[in-house]
């Protein structure tokens, strides 16, 4: 059976003689596992909504100044910065770790993360200028419906009943009206996963996301239970996690790194 997050490959067939049929695989034979050499997530920079919903949490607002779609919302000027800093990391890998593969949300913020970093890592010489990124809809931010562009104490004074049944059912179940629950969220990642993994086998990729897109990939890479899942910290703008093929699955080398955004 394949590993979470994997898909098969048919086995190699041995050469035979023209005229003939190949011989068929024994039984017994495990089917070829086929992984990215290397698998590293990261969330988008700081965006101009994080920002503002920082702002409002601190100060209880009801709202936030905010009228385009949640995937229009660009990155704040520190945001771009640490896309600058991700870059740089990027380019400061081990030749045989760093990507040379990019699959990306294509929510503004992810893509401009993704093409801000590799501008820097490809003019720091170790990437290819023309690295294509690919932008896959599996990967854009938790739709949060109803409660969409809504601070926590609007959340409260405007969805009592909501922000109740969202206590009760706890994040990884609570589906708020016309949104999607992290498990939904893990269902679409569990799909990509499939992809990126066959059509990536053997190659370093980078994944650029979201927080809760970056947490469904742990959730499904390494198996957690619910308590694990929501015990973790949140994940950083523009932290690193990176995992390693091995073993036939891909095991966790470090998890939601900031020490390359630290102000030089």
């Known amino acids: ?10 086995q190699h067939q ?3 003689a023209p005229g003939t ?28 909504a994080n920002v503002e919903f920082q702002l409002a949490e601190a100060s209880g607002a009801l709202s936030v100044p905010i009228s385009c779609r949640d995937a229009d ?42 093409r801000i970093a590799l501008a820097q890592a490809a003019g720091l010489g170790a990437v290819p200028v023309s690295l294509a990124v690919r932008h896959d809809e599996r990967l ?30 706890g994040e990884l179940y609570y589906r708020p009206p016309g ?6 969220v893990a269902l679409r990642v569990r799909s990509l996963l499939r992809d990126l993994c066959a059509e ?7 994944v650029v996301a979201h927080d809760c897109t970056v947490l469904m990939l742990r959730y499904a890479l390494d198996r957690l239970t619910e308590e694990q899942l929501t015990a973790l910290e ?27 955004l630290a102000v030089g």
């Open 21 to 48: 049929p190949p011989a068929a695989p024994p039984a017994d034979a495990a089917p070829a596992i086929r992984l990215p050499s290397v698998l590293i997530a990261t969330r988008h920079g700081e965006s101009t």
């Open 73 to 114: 919302i660009p990155l704040s000027l520190h945001g771009r910065q640490q896309a600058q800093a991700l870059g740089r990391w990027w380019a400061g890998l081990p030749s045989a770790d760093r990507p040379r593969s990019v699959w990306c949300s294509p929510y503004v913020r992810t893509a401009e993360t993704a």
């Open 179 to 184: 949104g999607e629950s992290w498990a939904d």
């Open 234 to 260: 949140p994940v950083q703008n523009c932290s690193t996690s990176l995992w390693r093929a091995e073993g036939g699955r891909l095991r966790p080398a470090h998890w939601n790194e900031t020490g390359h």
């Open 140 to 169: 854009r931010d938790r739709e949060l419906g109803v409660l969409e562009m809504l601070p926590r104490a609007a959340i409260e004074a405007k969805h009592p009943e909501e922000a109740a049944r969202r206590r009760k059912m």
């Open 1 to 10: 059976m394949a590993e979470l997050g994997t898909t098969l490959n048919g």
């Open 14 to 16: 041995p050469a035979h």
């Open 200 to 206: 990536e086998a053997g190659r370093p990729v980078l």
